[in-house]
């Protein structure tokens, strides 16, 4: 079978779905993998690593996506990139299915099987397979190093000839898998370190990595099913910005990395407690894509509001292309392993507790009840996937009939996909 890995079409991307290393892995299970020339030049894989690892590299996305029967790509993929698609062509990509349902309308209706990368369970079997946790740790890693860099600070305690220089402080809010990396980064630089997060759970985390984690008077906490946050109610989140504030005015450096899936990011940090920070302290947004944690981030943009440099990164997995770009590779070709069979044939299997949860669209239908439920259809019409009464009637969703519907067959569990174990 073709496997097909283009060249990021997103502006700035610098990763690849596939490294050399990944290639020899699909190589070694019977996969031709196909690159489009100069599609790693940017995460450190030339095209004749590319070539060395078996792969044949051509010169032109269409040339390397004709007959292709399996895509792999990071970015959920624009409108070009989904027509040239064959009908049957597996996808495996990020593809933001929760806030851009109507992606998946326009995948179904070209007939293309899309796996995301988001709805990949959490479960403990499938950590190797979870982008979503690869490249928040880049991420969270990365939030800390342009914080420091902006600040006209030390973080680390220097004693010297010149005088005695205090730690600086940093404070995590959010302490899922980019705010422990951001955690332990600024440790690394010598910060004094404080987070907070509305997951208790996390509170034993945060320590065993040397910083203090905030607790209110009492307790501000959200955690819903498979360990995700879910919102606070309006006098929970009153408290936790009571919290936030009392510990904000001492902080050089924030990280902030909360997010709730499926909904907007929540406000933690106002103009207030902004007022209240030192001048040249700096907040590092790294929800900025899905609304911001701070009322002055500018996604894509760095502002200044009451003198404290507000940074709203945008895609910053794609500055460490390198190591991003290995992690998610290793991350796809595990996954991809999970639909092949012993020859190298596709045997996608709707009952295997990864796939049957991260594939959003399959026969022209959409498989996925909350992403059906968001663009309009009606969510249990042909049976809830979960029931075992196959995927829904394409019509649920807005799909137009496939000849191949017919054939899924599942009785998958949809997404809520982040069950915990
Ligand atoms: N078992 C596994 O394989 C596995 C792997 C990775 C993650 N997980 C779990 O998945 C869950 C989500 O992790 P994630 O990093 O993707 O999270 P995320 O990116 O969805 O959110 C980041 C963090 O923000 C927190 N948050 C949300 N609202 C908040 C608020 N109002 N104030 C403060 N913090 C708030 C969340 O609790 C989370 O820790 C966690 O429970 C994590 O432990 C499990």
Do not use: W
């Amino acid at each position: 079978m073709k496997v097909a890995v283009v060249k990021e079409p997103r502006p700035g991307e610098a990763r690849v779905a596939l490294v050399p290393q990944g290639v020899k892995a699909l190589a070694k299970a019977g996969l031709d993998v196909h690159v489009e020339a100069g599609a790693g030049a940017a995460a450190g894989a030339p095209d004749d690593a590319y070539r060395e690892a078996g792969a044949t590299v051509a010169g032109s996305a269409g040339e390397v996506l004709g007959g292709a029967g399996l895509v792999l790509h990071v970015n959920p993929p624009d409108e070009a990139l989904i027509g040239s698609l064959d009908r049957g062509t597996i996808l495996v990509s990020f593809l933001d299915p929760l806030g851009s349902p109507d992606r998946s309308v326009a995948l179904a209706e070209r007939g293309v099987t899309a796996i995301s990368m988001e709805m990949v369970p959490r479960i403990t079997r499938a950590q190797s397979m979870d982008a979503l946790s690869s490249q928040a740790t880049v991420a969270g890693y990365k939030a800390v190093l342009v914080g420091a860099g902006q600040l006209p600070k030390f973080l680390p305690m220097f004693t010297t000839a010149a005088g005695t220089i205090r730690p600086g402080k940093a404070l995590v809010l959010g302490a899922g898998v980019a705010g422990l990396q951001a955690i332990a980064t600024a440790r690394r630089l010598g910060a004094v370190v404080e987070a907070f997060d509305v997951r208790p759970a996390v509170k034993e985390q945060v320590e065993s990595l040397g910083a203090t984690f905030l607790e209110a008077e009492e307790e501000v906490t959200a955690e819903g099913e498979g360990g995700y946050a879910t919102e606070l109610s309006e006098d929970q989140h009153e408290k936790e910005l009571e919290l936030i504030a009392s510990a904000i005015s001492g902080a050089d450096l924030v990280i902030t990395t909360a997010q709730i899936p499926g909904r907007p990011a929540p406000l933690l940090v106002t103009d207030e407690m902004l007022a209240s920070m030192q001048p040249g302290s700096v907040v590092v947004d790294l929800a900025s894509e899905s609304g911001g944690n701070c009322s002055a981030t500018k996604s894509g943009e760095t502002a200044v509001a009451h003198g404290v440099t507000v940074i709203g990164p945008v895609n910053i997995p794609s500055t460490i292309p390198v190591h991003a770009s290995q992690m998610y590779s290793k991350n796809v070709v595990t996954l991809v392993g999970e639909f092949l069979d012993e020859e190298g044939a596709l045997a996608l299997d709707f009952e295997n507790d990864v796939i049957g949860p991260a594939t959003v669209t399959h026969g022209g239908s959409i498989r996925s009840e909350r992403v059906r439920q968001l663009v309009g259809g009606d969510a249990q019409a042909g049976g809830d996937a979960a029931s075992g009464h196959g995927a829904p009637p394409p019509e649920a969703a807005g799909v137009s009939a496939d000849s191949r519907g017919a054939e899924t067959s599942t009785s998958a569990a949809d997404p809520t996909p982040r069950e915990e174990s």
